[in-house]
């Protein structure tokens, strides 16, 4: 098991970006959150294995159709939590 933290800016709140990401990570079978922070970029933590979370982190770099990115920052780092699912939190 793999884990990446994800900030990711631009564009990112108010166009349904945790939802889709919601979406996406499911789809890849990714357990972790997504949030938004409060200088505007949206973060991720995602768990899985190294090729869905490079597939995840591919889609991020252009979210949703309304979203604008500017920018991916990946950090790969040791799974430090166990996580049931994915979920956005608010």
Same mark, same amino acid.
């Given at each position: =098991? ?34 938004? =922070? ?53």
């Amino acid at each position: =098991m793999e884990e990446a933290l994800l900030k990711i800016t631009g564009t990112v709140q108010g166009v349904f970006f945790r939802d889709r990401t919601q979406e996406k990570a499911l789809e890849l079978e990714l357990k972790g959150f997504v949030r938004n =922070m409060s200088d505007g970029s949206v973060i991720a933590c995602v768990q899985g294995k190294k090729h869905q979370i490079e597939d995840f982190i591919a889609w991020c770099h252009d979210g949703p159709t309304l979203a604008k990115v500017d920018h991916v920052e990946v950090t790969w780092r040791e799974p430090d939590d166990n996580f049931d699912s994915f979920d956005v939190q608010y």
